[in-house]
């Protein structure tokens, strides 16, 4: 089963996440960006797999 990788910035502004997202699907690779950024994620009790 492939997982789906989540690309994340520090906030809501800043755009790597997006670059980053378009790198992995050029190379086959199923992923996203997470709309907020990761502290948001964490303050918000969402899980986190390492």
Request: aromatic share 10%.
């Amino acid at each position: 089963k492939r997982k789906e990788i989540v690309a994340y910035c520090r906030g809501p502004y800043c755009l790597m996440s997006f670059d980053a997202v378009e790198t992995l699907r050029k190379r086959g690779l199923k992923a996203r960006r997470l709309k907020d950024g990761f502290p948001e994620w964490r303050a918000a009790g969402l899980p986190v797999e390492r």
